[in-house]
């Protein structure tokens, strides 16, 4: 970021290909037209490579901060589109929808857009445990098995899935309390 600020272009360029696709995900997790998602993607390089001397180490990581740009440039997209409904619905749209009410269809874009967030998060934070208490936890809520099933599933003793599904999710509240989700 350091170099960035200095108006180094080949940083933007690195910059770009460590995080360009991440960014571009979640933008496409918002507003769920590829169109739209890679031209938010565009725009926040360009907030980066115009606003890097504003990023604070200390306040935020890389990811973070670029993904606050990002969930910011999201949700300013969907406010836009909201009274045209041009932007259209797909399969994480109605997950949030069918999870969280049946009147989300009315609900103000930005709170979508928030939940949305939290989900790409979870996901984030989930991918970053161990492999196995990863694998106990997306039996558990993911597939919607029991402790008994899990241990069967896996060959384990009971006991051990559900440890590794409580330290599992130790970590996970831990992590998104922290904020370390997205480095």
Do not use: C
């Given at each position: 970021?350091?170099?960035?600020?200095?108006?180094?272009?080949?940083?933007?360029?690195e910059?770009y290909?460590?995080?360009?696709?991440?960014?571009?995900?979640?933008?496409?997790?918002?507003?769920?037209d590829?169109?739209?998602?890679e031209?938010?993607t565009q725009?926040?390089?360009?907030?980066?490579?115009?606003?890097?001397?504003?990023?604070?180490?200390?306040?935020?990581?890389v990811?973070?901060?670029?993904?606050?740009?990002?969930?910011?440039?999201?949700?300013?997209?969907?406010?836009?589109?909201?009274?045209?409904?041009?932007?259209?619905?797909?399969?994480?749209?109605?997950?949030?929808?069918?999870?969280?009410?049946?009147?989300?269809?009315?609900?103000?874009?930005?709170?979508?857009?928030l939940?949305?967030?939290?989900?790409v998060?979870?996901?984030?934070?989930?991918?970053?445990?161990?492999?196995?208490?990863r694998?106990?936890?997306r039996?558990?809520?993911?597939?919607?098995?029991?402790?008994?099933?899990?241990?069967e599933?896996?060959?384990?003793?009971?006991?051990?899935?559900?440890?590794?599904?409580?330290?599992?999710?130790?970590?996970?509240?831990?992590?998104?309390?922290?904020?370390?989700?997205?480095?």
């Amino acid at each position: 970021m350091r170099r960035v600020a200095r108006g180094e272009k080949d940083a933007l360029g690195e910059l770009y290909d460590l995080y360009g696709r991440l960014v571009y995900s979640v933008a496409l997790h918002f507003v769920h037209d590829t169109n739209v998602a890679e031209e938010i993607t565009q725009d926040v390089f360009v907030t980066i490579w115009t606003k890097a001397r504003d990023y604070n180490p200390e306040k935020a990581g890389v990811s973070t901060w670029m993904l606050r740009i990002t969930r910011n440039r999201s949700i300013d997209e969907l406010r836009r589109h909201k009274s045209r409904r041009d932007i259209p619905v797909g399969s994480t749209m109605e997950v949030v929808q069918n999870t969280n009410s049946a009147n989300s269809e009315e609900e103000d874009p930005e709170n979508l857009a928030l939940r949305e967030w939290d989900r790409v998060r979870i996901v984030q934070a989930v991918d970053s445990l161990p492999e196995q208490q990863r694998e106990a936890l997306r039996l558990a809520y993911f597939q919607d098995l029991t402790h008994r099933e899990i241990a069967e599933e896996l060959n384990e003793p009971l006991g051990t899935v559900k440890s590794r599904i409580r330290m599992g999710l130790q970590k996970l509240r831990k992590m998104l309390e922290a904020g370390e989700v997205t480095e």
